[in-house]
């Protein structure tokens, strides 16, 4: 019996032991989705939104579980007020695809434009 809840608390304890790194992630997530919008907006490049998009997006996620968690949160927002704000349901879908590319680790340079300056 001792062996058994010794060997459930090493499972518990084992899968929860890098909680206290959620926020710090999400924190430094945030930055990055904040990082990838300046960018976009300083290149002010012709059909580069969905590049950026995917860029914040692998960019936070590489933080770990609390940045893969805010790219999410910030993206869903973001595309939440875009969808109902009349932009277009098709550009929210077309945002929101490059935005899980980006999440789950696919390269954001699929969706970069030509010509693009590198240092973006």
């Not at 062996?3 to 924190?27: D, K, N, S």
């Not at 976009?40 to 012709?46: G, L, T, V």
């Not at 109902?84 to 390269?107: M, T």
Request: charged share 25%; glycine share 14%.
């Amino acid at each position: 019996m001792k062996l058994i809840l010794a060997g459930l608390f090493i499972l518990a304890v084992g899968t929860h032991a890098q909680w206290y790194h959620f926020p710090r992630e999400a924190v430094q997530g945030a930055g990055d989705m904040a990082r990838a919008y300046g960018d976009m907006r300083e290149a002010n490049w012709k059909n580069s939104d969905k590049y950026f998009h995917a860029r914040g997006n692998y960019d936070a996620a590489q933080r770990g579980p609390g940045g893969r968690w805010i790219a999410e949160v910030i993206s869903d927002g973001r595309e939440n007020v875009q969808g109902n704000s009349g932009r277009g349901h098709l550009d929210s879908a077309a945002d929101q695809k490059a935005n899980r590319w980006g999440r789950n680790g696919g390269n954001p340079n699929v969706y970069r434009p030509k010509g693009l300056p590198r240092r973006y």
